[in-house]
């Protein structure tokens, strides 16, 4: 059996390229960014008044001249006027263009105003303060955000700004998820005595829905030839299957024997872990092949250890690692490596993970008291309060 | 001028309630779960097999039998088998009813099969393994998953194993985004030399979009009757109005006057922050009016530092404070609480805060290098490396 390393290197390896399309920027939210976003302008685009108050010519203050004419005002928004006279000044708004021959802005709360006559209060006042320098964020054409990024509401403002209204982002995978097993019936029914009702296929809905993927769902029943004509269609029309189910050691554990029958080349069948550890992959030329075991937990984790990375790498997305440190001993003697479900909390800057002790791998309803999956190594059976490890978070 | 926590307290003392309604479940991630959601029934429903392999009835084990005649198959989905004879087995698969006289489960890995006969090829197996054992993650009427959760895609496998096609959650509240300033065209336009285009509206949307908000926009122009007449009718159709701009001193801020002049009860306008500082709160009995200054950093910032406590608070999710830990030095000497953008990163389960430097509160370019905004007291000026922080993060 190989580790998790491995087997998360060869579905890593095994990426597909999905394409670029282009999308109304206020859609992007959350998809990979696949252009660099470049200043169509300097940015700001002129010398922007930053307070709302008064502008003056800087050398009449340093020649002790503290009451200035008021000469017009200068609104955000309109074209720049030209202080005539240097003696006097020109009320300014925030946002709005420095007057020409000005260099210098008071806010209005250092300044009193009487009769047309702004006279300035503060002895302290800056050439060029509260003046946003033109250019001073970046020149034009200077690149304000790089591809390969998650768009999130801090670049829809810079898309905006440069008038990105359509952007290039990476087109997503076209995905059908299955479930199988004939003891599962719908949500809307009510199950018989040994019936369950469908799950795992909405839990993978749902996580890919976290990272923007809308996807397809089929139920197949454990018949071999309809699994094998509808999985046949499937491995044609689209880019990923996610299967739940059906890949372990059962009598009705049709899919590994389909997947060879259609051609499917299997890259790995079993993962040295616990939950999820007949997890089969494999892939033809064009459609990748994500057969997770049918226990919630392990289906859950595996598409949480496997696709994520698998679909970030595909789009050109990095992803950094975070950790966690354990608040309780843990023991686990299978010799696998473990995916425990924690609890995250935080306290001075410290990210702790408390073990969520659950029943196994069919435990679905202990997903709801935790946050994330800690990744336990198998080269010891006990892990200690304040050892740090890798976590995968799903909220 | 009030304290920003002085500031908060009165903004989510001020919380709205919207109501609940019911949506199809798949629909629900992301929103506020309403009801507590109880096991229809025992959690699993049956004895259920958690391996595929052979059962027996484990007193012929203890008593030496090694080899079992196989008696038939007891497959998912199947009704309840009755294992006739205990020297014989059954073959089981996961997810199927134990069947009746059997109690212990010996996967096939240690089992092996000829001619009809599963030998075990083990010495320890335990009465009762590889099975999950009805009710053991909860017996019928159980609470699995409590009200005032945010629904993720571990409560949607919970909905869905429970038979809950449509949930309780609570109502979104009906918000409007106004752009106020002549300065602004739209972000298919080109600008002319002394305008820039509307990006606090889109960035407000894509932020609200991130916990679930849909809202409209509008721009109105600088003209305090246009401002007034469509305010009004604003305050009486949403349940929230946020505006960025016209807050301030300047000559063309005309709202706090047209609030008050429609009778919105002011809060309060000014807190002791940067950026942000000339935030205006009011409401009404039945709107609630955001007025965030508008350079880019100050929208943004108040947003998520107000805005989004607000909603929590309205619709009864409990949330909890981050913090992190500097990685520099920082000297802020204004005497105001300092929101400062911040680069996270997690090394051995620390949070580490990098400060990034931007031009000032019109820096929104600034925001896409950074993924959180640091929070500094303003009872000090210097702020050492390895000090901890409240964050606020937005990716």
Redesign the interface.
């Known amino acids: 059996m190989i580790s998790v390393k491995e087997a998360k290197d060869i579905v890593i390896n095994s990426v597909q390229e999905f394409g670029v399309e282009e999308v109304p920027?206020?859609k992007s939210?959350g998809r990979i960014l696949k252009e660099d976003i470049v200043a169509d302008r300097d940015?700001?685009?002129?010398n922007?008044v930053?307070m709302?108050?008064i502008c003056i010519n800087f050398n009449q203050f340093k020649e002790e001249q503290r009451a200035f004419k008021i000469e017009g005002?200068q609104?955000?928004?309109?074209?720049?006027i030209t202080l005539q006279n240097p003696n006097n000044c020109i009320?300014v708004?925030?946002?709005?263009?420095l007057p020409k021959n000005a260099n210098t802005v008071i806010?209005?709360?250092d300044v009193s105003i009487k009769e047309g006559i702004a006279t300035i209060n503060v002895d302290e006042i800056k050439e060029q303060q509260n003046i946003?320098k033109k250019g001073?964020?970046?020149k034009a054409g200077a690149v304000?955000?790089q591809k390969n990024?998650?768009i999130?509401?801090?670049?829809?403002?810079?898309?905006?700004?440069?008038?990105?209204?359509k952007v290039k982002v990476a087109k997503q995978p076209k995905v059908m998820i299955v479930s199988t097993?004939?003891?599962?019936v719908g949500?809307?029914?009510?199950?018989?005595?040994?019936?369950?009702?469908?799950?795992?296929v909405?839990?993978?809905?749902?996580?890919l829905?976290?990272i923007q993927i809308s996807s397809e769902t089929a139920h197949i029943t454990?018949d071999k030839p309809i699994l094998k004509s509808k999985i046949e269609s499937y491995l044609q029309e689209y880019d990923v299957l996610l299967f739940s189910?059906a890949v372990?050691?059962?009598?009705?554990?049709y899919l590994p024997a389909v997947f060879e029958e259609l051609g499917v080349e299997k890259l790995f069948h079993k993962v040295a872990q616990r939950p999820g550890k007949p997890f089969f992959y494999g892939k033809t030329s064009v459609c990748n092949i994500f057969g997770f075991p049918?226990?919630?937990i392990s289906t859950?984790v595996n598409c949480l250890a496997y696709f994520y990375p698998w679909y970030y790498k595909s789009v050109g997305l990095e992803t950094?690692?975070?950790?966690?440190?354990l608040t309780k001993d843990v023991v686990f003697k299978p010799g696998l490596e473990y995916f425990l479900q924690v609890k995250l909390?935080?306290?001075?800057?410290?990210?702790?993970?408390t073990p969520i002790t659950?029943?196994?791998?069919?435990?679905?309803?202990?997903?709801?008291h935790?946050d994330a999956f800690i990744h336990l190594p198998n080269d010891k059976t006990v892990f200690k309060t304040g050892e740090?490890y890798p976590i995968i978070r799903?909220?």
Chains 1, 2 share one sequence.
Not at 43 to 46: E, K, N, S, Y
């Open positions: 920027f206020l939210v940015f700001p685009p002129f922007r930053s709302d108050g005002i609104a955000a928004g309109s074209e720049q009320e708004m925030t946002g709005a263009v806010r209005y709360e946003h001073k964020d970046g304000l955000i990024k998650i999130s509401a801090a670049e829809i403002g810079v898309l905006a700004t440069v008038g990105k209204s097993g004939d003891e599962l949500v809307e029914e009510i199950p018989l005595e040994h019936q369950i009702r469908r799950s795992n909405f839990t993978l809905v749902s996580l829905e976290r454990d189910g372990s050691k059962g009598k009705f554990d049918g226990n919630p859950f950094k690692e975070e950790t966690a440190i909390s935080d306290k001075y800057g410290h990210l702790s993970a659950g029943n196994g791998s069919g435990d679905l309803a202990s997903l709801v935790a740090n799903y909220r």
